[in-house]
């Protein structure tokens, strides 16, 4: 599967390239605590590694195409703190890359090329520069600083689009890890809303969801919300500190990570078990609009058209809830986007107004929030784009008032 993956990204390569795709190191925390390493997504799709420090290199020379994989030497001290890093026999094995050599050899193996090819033919060297590494350091610039002071003609391309192209597109594999995140996701949301009662702590309610995940050799896609009242009108509310109120709805955005696949769900359920009349018109507006998306949802539209469409619906819609009134708009009781693509990352890798095509996963999580009355409601399933619509892969995340009722009233 990897080595397919590959495959496919060296056709989309420059004809004589070196692409460097590096895992990435963990950041330091404070001291000498580091965060948890985190893998590049890319890196961990072309390899299946998820060590810290190994660097991948694709050459292409015209027809010929060759994989390196770098890894860090055989620590025997370090191996007493914090355990061994991966051998050259099991990396390879993994990632079917046979050719396997120290992280010390980069430069020169680089060189060697450069070297050697690099007078005959125009040498491009790729990377790739996410948006976020655009205003932070890019860990590669450094090495490739360097290469360009000895080899000033070689050429330097960011290849996000490329990777980006083939993560977009997620294979059968991919989508049984995601229902598998889906699934848990489901559970840990049953979890919560069984516990949940009058004057129960958000970060209460959170450990129900972690406890599940944890039991299910799950990790967090992201960091939970769990907001209560008008917590759940501030977007990404991620204190979970407060203790709720009778009455309040809780608003859960949250999703967990199955083998690196994410799933991203929001729920929205009554902390008592029962929604008030209010409650229950601006939850039923918000389901439609979910519905809507799925109904409109299909290949050659963009993640901006559903929203505009969304947007439209709630045109029509919000009057009947008294809402539009002195000058307001829809954009003061909506004011985020309905679909981002899922994937590896919880925002994954995306192309700004590229057309849906069968295989994408997105979101489709339109909400409402209404800071007067303490309310606010968000609805997020995860779906697919297939040949002629989509399909929900959280389908069977219960969203139904009456189906949340019922639940909460049976526990
Ligand atoms: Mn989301």
Not at 372 to 379: A, F, L, M, S, T
Request: aromatic share 10%; hydrophobic share 35%; charged share 25%.
């Amino acid at each position: 599967m990897f080595q397919e993956r590959r495959e496919k990204l060296f056709e989309s390569l420059p004809e004589y390239s070196i692409s460097i795709l590096m895992a990435g190191k963990a950041s330091y925390n404070i001291g000498d605590e580091t965060h948890p390493f985190d893998v590049n997504r890319s890196f961990y799709y072309l390899t299946g590694l998820d060590n810290e420090n190994l660097v991948l290199m694709l050459v292409k020379m015209g027809k010929v195409n060759q994989t390196i994989l770098f890894i860090e030497p055989f620590d025997p001290v370090m191996a007493k703190w914090v355990g061994g890093k991966i051998m050259a026999k099991e990396a390879s094995e993994i990632s079917g890359i046979k050719d396997v050599r120290y992280v010390e050899q980069l430069k020169s193996t680089i060189a060697m090329y450069l070297n050697n090819y690099g007078k005959i033919h125009q040498f491009t060297l790729c990377g790739e520069l996410s948006k976020q590494e655009f205003d932070q350091p890019w860990p590669l610039a450094d090495l490739f600083n360097e290469v360009r002071k000895q080899y000033p003609d070689v050429l330097v391309k960011n290849i996000f689009e490329n990777t980006a192209r083939l993560r977009m597109v997620k294979e059968e594999y991919e989508i049984e890890n995601m229902c598998k995140a889906i699934s848990v996701t489901d559970a840990g949301i049953k979890a919560m809303m069984t516990a949940a009662r009058d004057y129960i702590w958000e970060n209460e309610l959170e450990a129900y969801f972690d406890f599940v995940l944890k039991s299910e050799q799950c990790e967090h896609a992201f960091h939970t919300i769990c907001a209560s009242g008008k917590n759940a009108t501030v977007l990404h509310y991620g204190k979970n500190n407060q203790q709720t109120k009778p009455g309040d709805l809780v608003l859960v955005d949250l999703g967990a990570s199955h083998k690196y696949y994410n799933a991203d769900i929001s729920r929205t359920f009554p902390v008592n078990g029962k929604f008030s009349d209010r409650q229950r018109e601006i939850y039923e507006t918000v389901l439609r609009a979910n519905k809507y998306v799925m109904e409109i949802a299909k290949p050659g539209m963009t993640t901006r058209e559903l929203n505009n469409k969304v947007i439209e619906f709630y045109q029509e819609e919000l009057p009947k809830l008294g809402l539009l009134k002195d000058g307001k708009t829809v954009r003061d009781y909506y004011w985020h986007g309905v679909s981002h693509h899922l994937g590896l990352e919880t925002h994954d890798v995306s192309l700004p107004d590229e057309p849906l095509q069968p295989g994408n996963v997105i979101t489709d999580e339109p909400g409402l929030y209404l800071e007067e009355e303490g309310i606010g409601v968000r609805i997020e399933d995860d779906i697919m784009i297939t040949e002629n619509g989509c399909i929900c892969l959280s389908k069977d995340v219960m969203k139904e008032v009456a189906d949340i009722e019922n639940f909460m009233a049976s526990r």
